[in-house]
C-alpha cells in the first residue's frame, strides 16, 4: 500500500471530521489494550461528554515539548473531544502510564506551531490529517496552529 493510500485510509476513518465506525473499533482496541500504559506518547483521554454528561474515552498522542506534556488535534474541524474539555473547563483524567487527574490549559495559537511540529514527529497517523509536510518549516506550522487546538497536560 502506497504512502498516499495509507494517508487516505487514515482521513476516511474521519470522514466530515468524526470517528466512523471502523474508527470507533480502533479507538476501543487502543484504549482496552496495553500501548497506553507502555508507549511513552501514548494515552487515553477520559472526560465528561458535555450533552450526555457520561465519561468518554479516546486515544490520543501525547508529545513532550519543552519539559511539558501536551494533547493536540489531529483534525482541522473541532473534534467533539476539544468541544467536551472547553466545556469541561479542561478537568478531565488521562491514562499515560497509570490514570491520573489532569487539568487540561488551552494553548494559545501564538505559541502552538512548535509544539505541533515537534507532535507530528511521533504522531505518525496524525500526520495524513495535516494539510502540510510533517517536515514543513515552523512557518507552514504557523499557517495552520490556528486550526489544530493544542492542550498543555497539568496535574490537578
Do not use: C
Not at 454528561?53 to 519543552?66: D, K, Q, S, W, Y
Not at 501564538?110 to 507530528?120: G, I
Amino acid at each position: 500500500m502506497s504512502k498516499q493510500t495509507r494517508g487516505d485510509r487514515r482521513r476516511a476513518l474521519y470522514a466530515g471530521g468524526h470517528p466512523t465506525e471502523e474508527a470507533k473499533a480502533v479507538h476501543r482496541r487502543f484504549v482496552h489494550g496495553p500501548l497506553p500504559r507502555l508507549l511513552p506518547i501514548a494515552a487515553v483521554l477520559q472526560v465528561r461528554g458535555r450533552t450526555s454528561g457520561r465519561a468518554i474515552e479516546l486515544p490520543l498522542a501525547t508529545v513532550r515539548f519543552h519539559g511539558a506534556w501536551y494533547l493536540a488535534s489531529m483534525l482541522e474541524a473541532t473534534p467533539n473531544w476539544v468541544e467536551n474539555v472547553r466545556a469541561a473547563n479542561g478537568q478531565a483524567r488521562l491514562l499515560h502510564g497509570r490514570w491520573r487527574d489532569v487539568s487540561l490549559v488551552e494553548v494559545p495559537a501564538s505559541e502552538r506551531a512548535p509544539v505541533l511540529k515537534r507532535y507530528l514527529v511521533f504522531a505518525w497517523s496524525a500526520r495524513a490529517h495535516f494539510s502540510i509536510d510533517w517536515r514543513a518549516p515552523i512557518e507552514d506550522y504557523e499557517r495552520v496552529a490556528g486550526l489544530h487546538p493544542v492542550f498543555r497536560i497539568e496535574a490537578r
